[in-house]
């Protein structure tokens, strides 16, 4: 039941874009995504809700597929600070106390 | 935003021992608390879903007498690793679940704990 994520690592240059996808077999009541440095807790980035929703922040935003039960992170004009590990976590129903299943992660590295 | 703490925020102890650790919701109520283990490398893992005033879920494989948690208010949940073996050695993150907001965590800074 762990969602799958893609790439699992990437390297990019300073102002270069990514997309970082999450995929699920079983339906998804929402999607969460966190960056986390290396020696730290989680960071929480933003929650997708069912219904195709799309939400942004600054240049980082995410879509939420829910017939594919897929969410796509995208990073553009990527900066120094976003480089960390990025994980989806996925909860299949709301009310199933909220627990999240982490993928595995996607390391992204941003080169100056 | 919402504040999660966690004590200690790193702990060396020798193999046998116990240890506890504390998650604190600092400037909300939070009904629900996760545990969470992260192996280097890796996917954090839910070990727990504590809930304030009642028996915390495990996940299964997740020794419930080795891992004891106690939400004893709305503010604090405790994880205590008992008889503590170098195979538990990790870092340990709890989250907390707003009672008035549901849909989002707010992760501690977590712990690290070595066993010798």
């Known amino acids: 039941q762990q969602p799958v994520q893609s790439p699992q690592a990437v390297i990019l240059r300073e102002g270069e874009d990514a997309v970082i996808n999450c995929s699920s077999s079983k339906a998804l009541y929402s999607v969460h995504w966190y960056r986390q440095k290396h020696g730290e807790a989680p960071v929480f980035l933003m929650i997708?809700?069912?219904?195709?929703e799309q939400k942004g922040h600054e240049k980082i935003s995410a879509s939420f597929n829910e017939k594919k039960q897929q969410s796509s992170l995208y990073l553009t004009a990527s900066q120094l600070s976003y480089s960390g590990t990025y994980f989806c976590?996925?909860?299949?129903?709301?009310?199933?106390?909220?627990?999240?299943?982490f993928g595995k992660g996607t390391k992204l590295s941003v080169k100056p | 935003g919402a504040v999660v703490s966690q004590h200690p925020s790193w702990v060396i102890c020798k193999s046998g021992t116990s240890v506890k650790i504390e998650c604190r919701s600092l400037?909300?109520?939070?009904?629900?608390m996760f545990w969470y283990r992260q192996f280097p490398k890796q996917s954090l893992m839910l070990m727990a879903t504590?809930?304030?005033?009642?028996?915390?879920?495990?996940e299964q494989g997740v020794e419930k007498d080795k891992f004891l948690i106690n939400h004893a208010s709305l503010t604090l949940s405790t994880l205590t690793v008992t008889s503590a073996h170098p195979e538990d050695s990790s870092f340990y993150i709890c989250?907390?679940?707003?009672?008035?907001?549901?849909?989002?965590?707010?992760f501690g800074p977590g712990t690290r704990l070595t066993v010798l």
């Open positions: 976590g996925t909860e299949r129903k709301r009310g199933s106390q909220g627990n999240l299943i």
């Open positions: 989250s907390a679940q707003r009672t008035s907001d549901p849909d989002t965590q707010y």
């Open positions: 400037d909300f109520q939070a009904t629900t």
């Open positions: 504590s809930n304030e005033g009642s028996k915390a879920t495990y």
């Open positions: 997708l809700l069912k219904g195709g």
